[in-house]
């Protein structure tokens, strides 16, 4: 087990390096080639009719240098634990970060946990009634989730909670420490429909794998001594049938994480996903790479986390 | 145009503003619970069209003047569709940062409000006192000497001086993003600012490369000098903190998500200060800032699109309606002139303006006739080469001031053919017509280009190619700034700016700082720079504006450009409680936080949230 781990963690370093060396291509190679830069973006129509200031702009934020140069420079700061400012701010990016990822972990697990609530069980019934309407219904109910996207599901819930009952989500942004009661009234229906859309496919997973897990030999055995029907499901069917349900929610954990800014921007959360887009929007480079490193750790730590539950999961896998 | 042409029948509003995915989820929303579709077939049995108007008449805000009874305090509650680049309005390479520092950083001038009626870029003193002009290249400021900076280390109420000015001025020249309309350079001969200096400590002087009759108004522009105090350089970051000269200060500041100002009491016209502060969240998304208006959690709504102005006035009848004023953007198409094209003829751009049928156009994208069918008093205007909310500047098209080449505005395709015909123009003109199809100028900005080709194809006398460029990679270079180095006809947006000098200037005179922009011709026109120069040199106010109907009057006979077609007044809707609203009127929104936000109060006996 420990060498797998240590395999692992070499693994993941090589991938962290190759994830930090496409995206600085892209977005200082590729994109300014084809597209635009940084300064042409933010300055826009203004910059192009003064290229002095263009130029000097270009020079101050460290854009003209050599880019290899650049990005060994940037890599080792990260490795001492600093992962730059922003181009146009100046804003430490870990502090931005640290500000901002409790909100979106929260959302993103709160998200997830819902979800799972709600989905894990519909999934045990839709295979215990297997092919009987209340199978029929929660998979049609499952589809109709996974149709609506849950942004969309957003704005309809504020059009109609204002249309309706005079209602709108509060706007002043509180963290957990500072009030918890206008905190979980901010945060709760986001991160309900954060894990509202996920959560229609594992239904489908769940379902799928308990209708496999019930027509092994063990389950036919554990019917045949007797056992009632919810110590066979609970028992021995359930825990056997969670180990892809481990891997779909492990490795959706970090884009649940990612994938907020729709949510953050209509609730006015203070998240990373806003982050993110905005700095991809200004082509603030220091932060988009800083950003993506994190992202890929998270990706690259949950699938370490869910291959490594496995034998908790399943004692006949060993590493 | 008669009623059941193909136009009418096809530039239906509703399918010419809906029809596009890009109008957003939250139109969407709205549409499927029926808020947005005032067509309702359910809807009560119609008034007379007298009624309705004494009806809106009943309603439409009267801008009373309530500051009699204003009560201090209270904190107002509106919002903001986009972040700030940073807070340092002299060294942001966007805009965001000045709209944000006119709010705390002062200026020398500011724009005089109008009082119940529109603004009409009357400037008086802001941080200066007094200007004189003892010779036409030469204008002094005359600092008041109450002014202090905000009580916050390193300026601890520091008066505010002229070395603040200077400093302030030093690093707009060098890093301003706007510098190019004032300043003069090395790159930039024209610019009208020579020098600055400080004889003493209450006294700036600007040294003019030649007499410039905007500059003092300039002086208010939120987007060219705002004062900081010279300790912005090494004392604190102004990219993230600021330092307060005026009445209001950035107390807090979460980025992506809100902003709040709160009031100076070092200001030292605090007693004119009404409120206590503004919470600003930062909500980008239409339909989330719609739900908080509706949930009066906002208490206006600048950005209510004009289609959902009647049916939400209906759901909420307590909401206050008023009628804003003219806008001063006149967007453009303009043309391809290298060799060959057909547009280097000034007949054939004549002809293309005439294809355009100016009133169907404003009332596809204003509203116009459901308004009028609601009773709503809503005013319809063409834009010359100006835009016709530069009152005072403006020629109506329409109106006899243009003489004769006013015909140019109006739609006629049979004298377009006969024009095309006699430049000798083979017809259908086969070209192409581009404009970008991405956001950057609004969500409703394709459409407006749309409607032209589907005017300008209409007439049978043009047969376009739709080309949609990038923005970054396509547009900018390859069209917007080519200087007519492109084929066909383009479709484009324009910058605002506080006087009509800067607009006449940076996109028609040869010389301006818009110069690579397309429409002005490889080689300019020679009576066009004069007048443009005669205008901006003329410090008789009458006669300048002479100068600028002179103008008006002989491109709208060269047709450098097609101006866009036009624009109707706009409705806004706010809460009872907002006292003062919209009586004491900015001429520039970002540029008037010191006048207007500070005459507006909390009435609490009107509150209902």
Redesign the interface.
């Known amino acids: 087990m420990g060498r797998y781990v240590i395999q692992r963690l070499m693994l993941a370093g090589v991938t962290l390096v190759m994830v930090s060396v496409l995206v600085f291509s892209l977005i200082r190679v590729v994109v300014p080639f084809?597209?635009?830069d940084a300064?042409?973006?933010?300055?826009?129509?203004?910059?192009?009719?003064?290229?002095?200031?263009a130029d000097?702009?270009r020079d101050e934020y460290g854009l003209s240098g050599n880019l290899i140069g650049q990005y060994f420079k940037w890599a080792a700061n990260v490795l001492t634990g600093d992962l730059g400012e922003s181009l146009?701010?100046?804003?430490s990016i870990s502090g931005?970060i640290r500000d901002r990822v409790v909100v979106s972990f929260e959302l993103g697990l709160v998200g997830l946990v819902s979800g799972l609530l709600f989905s894990v069980p519909m999934g045990i019934a839709a295979a215990v009634c297997q092919d009987r309407w209340p199978d029929y219904i929660l998979r049609t109910l499952a589809i109709l989730i996974n149709a609506l996207p849950g942004?969309?599901l957003a704005?309809?819930i504020?059009?109609?909670?204002?249309?309706w009952f005079?209602?709108?989500p509060p706007?002043?942004?509180k963290y957990l420490w500072e009030d918890p009661v206008q905190h979980v009234k901010i945060m709760a229906l986001p991160a309900l429909l954060i894990g509202l859309t996920p959560s229609a496919g594992i239904v489908r997973i769940v379902r799928t794998q308990m209708l496999e897990v019930m027509r092994q030999d063990y389950i036919r055995t554990a019917q045949a001594k007797g056992l009632n029907g919810r110590a066979v499901i609970f028992g021995h069917a359930m825990r056997n049938s969670l180990i892809p349900v481990v891997t779909v929610v492990g490795l959706s954990l970090p884009n649940l994480i990612a994938g907020t800014a729709?949510f953050?921007?209509?609730?006015?959360?203070?998240g990373m996903g806003?982050?993110l887009v905005?700095s991809v929007g200004?082509l603030d480079y220091p932060v988009i790479m800083s950003t993506n490193l994190i992202f890929a750790v998270l990706i690259v730590t949950a699938n370490l986390l869910v291959d490594l539950s496995y034998p908790l999961l399943d004692p006949r896998i060993r590493y | 145009m008669p009623s059941d042409t193909y136009w009418n029948r096809r530039l239906n509003r509703r399918r010419a503003l809906l029809g596009a995915g890009s109008a957003g989820?939250?139109v969407a929303?709205?549409g499927?619970?029926g808020?947005g579709d005032d067509d309702d077939s359910n809807a009560e049995p119609t008034k007379p069209l007298e009624e309705k108007q004494a009806e809106v008449k009943s309603f439409l805000w009267d801008r009373k003047d309530t500051t009699a009874q204003a009560v201090k305090g209270s904190i107002y509650?509106t919002?903001t569709t986009a972040?700030a680049?940073?807070?340092d309005p002299l060294s942001?390479?966007?805009f965001t940062a000045n709209a944000w520092g006119s709010w705390y950083y002062p200026r020398l001038m500011t724009y005089k409000p109008g009082y119940r009626v529109a603004a009409n870029g009357e400037y008086e003193g802001y941080l200066a006192q007094g200007v004189e002009q003892p010779d036409p290249t030469t204008v002094t400021f005359k600092l008041r000497q109450n002014a202090v900076w905000e009580d916050k280390a390193p300026l601890n109420k520091r008066p505010i001086d002229a070395d603040d000015v200077v400093f302030s001025w030093k690093k707009f020249a060098e890093?301003g993003?706007?510098?190019?309309d004032l300043v003069k350079?090395p790159?930039n001969p024209t610019g009208p600012v020579e020098s600055i200096s400080a004889p003493d400590k209450n006294t700036v002087v600007f040294k003019l490369a030649f007499p410039y009759a905007p500059f003092v108004s300039a002086m208010a522009y939120s987007r060219y000098l705002q004062i900081m105090p010279r300790e912005s350089e090494g004392g604190y970051?102004p990219?993230?903190e600021t330092r307060s000269g005026g009445p209001w200060i950035l107390s807090n500041y979460?980025?992506?998500?809100?902003f709040e100002i709160r009031k100076n009491p070092n200001f030292w016209d605090k007693d004119r200060v009404l409120l206590d502060g503004f919470?600003i969240?930062?909500?980008?998304?239409y339909?989330?800032q719609?739900?908080?208006f509706?949930?009066?959690?906002l208490w206006t709504f600048g950005g209510l699109r004009q289609e959902d102005v009647i049916s939400t006035k209906k759901?909420l009848p307590d909401l206050q309606v008023d009628s804003n004023a003219q806008g001063r953007t006149a967007w453009l198409t303009y043309f391809g002139l290298q060799p060959g094209s057909p547009f280097l003829d000034p007949r054939v751009r004549q002809a293309a303006s005439m294809l355009i049928d100016r009133d169907t156009w404003i009332d596809t994208f204003y509203n116009v006739s459901e308004f009028k069918k609601e009773g709503y008093p809503i005013e319809s205007r063409w834009h010359s080469h100006i835009s016709a909310g530069w009152e005072g500047f403006w020629v109506d098209p329409r109106g006899s001031d243009m003489g004769a080449n006013g015909k140019n505005f109006v739609q006629n395709v049979a004298e377009a053919k006969k024009l095309l015909d006699a430049a000798g123009v083979k017809t259908p003109i086969e070209t192409d017509i581009a404009w970008i199809s991405t956001g950057q100028y609004g969500v409703t900005f394709p459409k407006h280009a749309e409607v032209i080709k589907g005017m300008l194809e209409e007439s049978g006398l043009f047969k376009l190619k739709q080309i949609n460029p990038?923005y970054?990679?396509d547009y900018?270079?390859k069209y917007?700034?080519a200087k007519g180095d492109f084929k066909g006809i383009a479709v484009g947006a324009s910058?605002q700016f506080p006087e009509v000098d800067q607009y006449l200037f940076a996109y028609y005179h040869t010389q301006g700082?818009?110069q690579?922009v397309a429409f002005q011709g490889t080689n300019g026109d020679a009576k066009s720079d004069k007048l443009i120069e005669q205008q901006r040199q003329e410090l008789d106010a009458k006669k300048r504006m002479e100068l600028i109907k002179e103008w008006q009057r002989y491109v709208a006979g060269t047709m450098p450009m097609i101006p866009y077609p036009g624009q109707a007044n706009t409705f806004s809707l706010f809460w009872p409680w907002v006292g003062n609203y919209g009586v004491f009127r900015a001429w520039d929104v970002e540029s008037g936080r010191d006048r207007t936000e500070t005459a507006i109060w909390f009435d609490k006996s009107k509150y209902t949230g």
């Open positions: 084809f597209y635009a300064v042409d973006i933010v300055a826009g129509e203004y910059g192009r009719t003064d290229e002095a200031r000097a702009l146009f701010n100046g804003r931005e942004f969309w704005i309809l504020l059009t109609f909670g204002s249309l005079n209602w709108a706007l002043k942004f729709i953050e921007a209509i609730f006015v959360l203070p806003q982050y905005s200004n | 989820m939250g929303a709205l499927l619970v808020c509650q919002y972040d680049t940073n807070l942001s390479p966007s890093k993003q706007s510098r190019k350079l790159d970051d990219r993230n979460q980025r992506s998500v809100t919470d969240p930062i909500i980008p998304e339909a989330a719609l739900a908080q509706r949930a009066k959690k759901d990038d970054q990679t900018l270079p917007y700034f910058t700082s818009r690579k």
